[in-house]
């Protein structure tokens, strides 16, 4: 099975057994194969094609979800290229196996929904959860007790901040993805780029700790945070305890597909 997940910034595809684990064992689903192109590339058609004769089989089934219409538009209309059977789009959050306790369901977008249902599965009994998925936007979300996803926070990610600084401003360069990785900067910069970087990696971290914190202080238990997103790594290590799934939604979306 194959899985594809449509963010604002990449596209993420997996392989995935079919029916590889049951839900019941508390485990997500493992992929064989992951990849992430940057949504505005070309689909990597061909690679994608070589997953077929990897697993040495047939690709039984495929599904699509995501929160950008356009680049899920680009994936379906290159799609006969693969050769696999027409993907399965998951866009209609009544279809999850999830309560979604939230004023407007429809509105929201299938990625978090994704992510819950996937941690879901990972959710200690009793346990409530804090999402954290660092992409585009940042979004912190929560998992009550009783696995019903309830809303949570959304900011602007690493790269949108980045780029807001540089687009809106005179003087500031822009700031790569590759500048943040690594060590965490010094909070101190001594010239811009390094106070860009102080200010970009302790303000989103920043933030999403103060959400946590708040978020924390409405639920009746210790929650379990799980990371996810392109920037996960980078938050991950941050947050004592964590659990870092780099490819949250592409689980979910197989735990779906496997219902
Ligand atoms: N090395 C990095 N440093 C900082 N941010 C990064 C890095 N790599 C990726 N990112 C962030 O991850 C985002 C892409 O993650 P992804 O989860 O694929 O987003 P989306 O689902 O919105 O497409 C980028 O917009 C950027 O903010
Ligand atoms: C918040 C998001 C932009 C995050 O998308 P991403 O950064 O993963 O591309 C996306 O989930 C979205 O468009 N949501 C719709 C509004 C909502 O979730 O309430
Ligand atoms: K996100």
Redesign the pocket.
């Known amino acids: 099975m194959v899985a594809i997940d449509v963010?604002?910034?990449r596209i993420k595809l997996g392989l995935f057994e079919k029916n590889g684990r049951a839900r019941s064992e508390r485990r997500l689903p493992e992929y064989l194969r992951s990849m992430a192109v940057e949504v505005d590339a070309a689909v990597p058609w061909h690679e994608l094609a070589r997953w077929t004769k990897k697993i040495d089989g047939e690709v039984v089934a495929v599904i699509l979800g995501g929160?950008?219409p356009r680049g899920r538009d680009k994936v379906l209309d290159g799609w006969p290229a693969t050769g696999w059977p027409n993907p399965q789009v998951i866009d209609n959050p009544f279809v999850l196996p999830i309560e979604l306790l939230v004023d407007s369901p429809r509105?929201?977008?299938v990625?978090?929904l994704l992510n819950a249902v996937a941690a879901n599965v990972i959710r200690p009994p009793e346990s409530p959860m804090i999402i954290v998925?660092s992409?585009?936007?940042t979004?912190v979300d929560v998992i009550s007790t009783t696995g019903a996803f309830e809303g949570g926070a959304?900011l602007p990610?690493f790269q949108l901040c980045s780029q807001a600084l540089h687009q809106y401003t005179a003087l500031l360069p822009r700031i790569s993805n590759d500048e943040i990785v690594g060590e965490p900067p010094a909070a101190l910069g001594k010239n811009t780029r390094d106070a860009l970087r102080s200010g970009l990696f302790w303000g989103q971290l920043g933030a999403i700790r103060e959400l946590i914190r708040h978020l924390r202080e409405t639920l009746p238990a210790e929650a379990t945070i799980v990371v996810t997103?392109g920037a996960g790594r980078l938050i991950a290590p941050q947050l004592p305890g964590a659990l870092h799934h780099p490819y949250l939604a592409l689980q979910g979306l197989v735990i779906v597909g496997n219902d």
Do not use: F, H, P, Q
């Open positions: 963010g604002n910034s929160v950008n509105t929201v977008g990625d978090r998925d992409g585009t936007a979004t959304i990610g997103g």
